[in-house]
C-alpha cells in the first residue's frame, strides 16, 4: 500500500480565532490581545466594558496582603531576638544564665514557627 501524503495543515486545521469576531465592535479577533467568552468569538481587551467589571486580581491582592502580615511579623521577631541576644552580648556572663538561656530559645522557636508559615505562604 502506497502512502499519501497528508495535506497541508492550513488546508485541514483551522485556527479557532480564524473566524472569531469581537462580540462589541464585530472586527476579527486576530493577534490582539483578546479574551473569548462565546467560543469562538470573544471580545478585545480594547473593547471590554472594564468600568463594569469586578476588579480580576482580587485574589492576588488578598494573597500579598498575608504575605507582608507573614513578613512584618519576622521582621518584629528578627529584631526581637537580634536586640536579646545584643543585651546578653552585652552583660555576659548573666546573672541566670539558664533563664537568659530560656528565653532565647523561647524566641528562637517563635521566630522559626514564624519562618515556616511565612515559608508556607510563599510556596503554597
Known amino acids: ?11 485541514w486545521i483551522r485556527s479557532p480565532t480564524l473566524d ?8 476579527p479577533l486576530g493577534s490582539e490581545p483578546h ?7 470573544g471580545v478585545h481587551e480594547r473593547c471590554r466594558p472594564w ?6 486580581l482580587e485574589s492576588q491582592l488578598e494573597r500579598l496582603r498575608t504575605v507582608a502580615r507573614a513578613l512584618a511579623s519576622a521582621h518584629r ?7 536579646r541576644l545584643r543585651r546578653l552580648h552585652d552583660n555576659w556572663p548573666p546573672a541566670r ?20 508559615s511565612l515559608r508556607d505562604k510563599l510556596w503554597v
Do not use: W, Y
Request: charged content about 30%.
Open 97 to 116: 544564665p539558664e533563664s537568659a538561656m530560656r528565653k532565647v530559645e523561647k524566641e528562637s522557636a517563635r521566630l522559626r514557627r514564624v519562618l515556616d
Open 35 to 41: 479574551r473569548v467568552t462565546a467560543c469562538p468569538n
Open 20 to 27: 472569531a469576531h469581537c462580540l462589541i465592535c464585530g472586527k
Open 77 to 83: 521577631d528578627t529584631v526581637a531576638l537580634g536586640r
Open 51 to 56: 468600568q463594569r467589571q469586578p476588579f480580576t
Open 1 to 11: 500500500m502506497k502512502s499519501q501524503p497528508l495535506p497541508r495543515a492550513a488546508n
